[in-house]
C-alpha cells in the first residue's frame, strides 16, 4: 500500500501543475485544456460508449498482430539457438529487417496488403517480432552447458534436450521477451492505424487532431497508458504465478 501511494504522488503532482498552468492561463486552452475540461470530455466519451468501442477495435488489432509475432518468432529464436548452420543463413536478413523501422515500410505494406485489417496487423508484427525473437534465441543460446551435457551423458536425443533443458531454461528471458514484444505492439498501434482507418483509439486521436479538439486527444492518450499499464500489469502478474521461482526476468533482456 505504501509502494502505491508514493507511486501515486507524482502523477497528482503533474496533473496539479496543470491545472494551475489552465487557472493561470499560461497557454491558450485551444492548446492546453484544463484537467475539468477533460475529464468532462472523458465522462462524456464514456458514457455514449465510443471509447470502449474504440478500445475494443484496438485491442482486437494488438491481440492479432501479438499472437501472430509469438506463433514466429518463438519457434525462429528456438531454430536459431539451437542451430548454427539456421542462424548463419537466417541472422543477415533478420538483422536487416530489425533496423528497418516498420513506419518506413508503411507505402510498401500498404501495397502489398492493401488498406484493410491485414496492413495493420502487419505493423504491429514487425514492431513486436524482434523483442520476442531476440529474447528468445538469447535465453536458448545461454543455456547452462553444464545442463547439455548432463542431458547428453544421458543420451537425451536434440528434441528432448530442446523441450527439457534448453526451453525451460530460457522461461525467463522469453517472459520477458513477451513482456516487451506486447508493449512494443501497443506502441505501434497508432502507426497501424494511420493506414485508412475509420475505427480505433488512433483514429479517434487523429480525428479529434484534425477537428481541433485537444481535450479528446488527451483522453485519447490517458486511455492508451492506462490500457498500456493495465496490460502490463496483468501480465506481469500471470508471469510471476506459472515462474515463481524467477524474480530476476529482466536482468539480462534485449530490447
Known sequence: MRTWKNGLFLPFLLIFIWYVISELQLFSPYLLPSPAVTAATATELIHSG???QHLLISLQRVAGGFLCSVVIALPLGILCGRSNTFQTYCWPVLEFLRHVPPLAAI???ILWFGIDEGSKLV???LASFFPLFLNTYSGVKNCDRKLLEVGRSLHFTAWQQARLIQLPAALPAIAVGLQLSLGYSWRALI???LIAASSGIGYMILDAE????PDVVLVGLFAIGIVGSLIDWL???LTDKMLPWNT???DNYVA
Open 50 to 52: 465510443l471509447l470502449w
Open 235 to 237: 501480465f506481469l502478474t
Open 191 to 193: 502507426g497501424a492505424e
Open 210 to 213: 484534425q477537428m481541433s479538439r
Open 248 to 250: 530476476e526476468t529482466g
Open 107 to 109: 507505402p510498401l505494406i
Open 123 to 125: 505493423i504491429i508484427f
